[in-house]
């Protein structure tokens, strides 16, 4: 009749949703048993320290709980033998896998770390030599600007020149035409003036006898 009270508890117990996940302690095998008592047959020869089980049900009484082993079979251990946490050696386990994990990472952080260090420095290499290209292109786009500035005032001042070159040509050609005119008039009032010397001549020539006294003849 016990057997089959325990066999109904394990069925009921294994359909419910209250498992709780234990760890069998730092004892070097447990053994796990179809009842709640060393009179009980094993089903498991034993299990190792620190093997995760469901916890189906707890009886105070008895000191004993059922469980269900990684492998899925079911049955009862005593309740001291469990424990809520796992055992040193899993959790030394763990922390030392966790150690290396974040060892690792700390290495992938270290070389990302120098990576961008070595990243910044080559930014600062192109940025010093991008400062540099600029700088000279601010010194050579002032050189245009004043080439080009000069280009325009000697643009400026030789269109000023060629206008005074031919303001300069008419008052030349202005002179010149002067000039010829002053030639003639001279040419022309030397010509009047040799002319009227000639005249002159002519008519001293022409009085000069008549104003010369007649001789009186002998015969008067």
Not at 117 to 146: D, M, S
Request: aromatic share 4%; hydrophobic share 35%.
């Amino acid at each position: 009749m016990k057997k089959a009270l325990t066999l109904i508890t394990m069925m009921l117990v294994c359909s419910g949703a209250f498992a709780q996940r234990m760890y069998i302690d730092d004892n070097n095998q447990v053994p796990l048993r179809t009842g709640q008592g060393i009179q009980y047959r094993i089903i498991h020869a034993g299990l190792n320290a620190g093997t995760p089980v469901e916890v189906l049900q707890h009886d105070k009484e008895s000191g004993y709980s059922l469980i269900r082993e990684p492998g899925g079979k079911q049955g009862w251990v005593p309740t001291r033998y469990l424990t809520a946490e796992p055992i040193a050696r899993d959790q030394l386990k763990r922390v030392q896998q966790e150690l290396e994990r974040l060892k690792a990472e700390n290495a992938r952080f270290n070389d990302t770390s120098k990576s961008l260090a070595q990243q910044t420095k080559e930014l600062e290499t192109q940025n010093a030599r991008l400062t540099q290209t600029n700088e000279q292109l601010q010194e050579e786009l002032l050189r245009i600007k004043r080439i080009s500035e000069n280009a325009i005032n000697l643009d400026r001042r030789n269109r000023e020149l060629r206008e005074e070159n031919q303001q300069l040509k008419s008052e030349v050609e202005l002179l010149t035409a002067d000039n010829m005119r002053l030639k003639s008039n001279a040419d022309t009032e030397k010509m009047l003036t040799g002319a009227g010397l000639v005249g002159v001549g002519i008519l001293i020539a022409l009085v000069l006898p008549l104003l010369k006294p007649k001789k009186k003849s002998s015969w008067a």
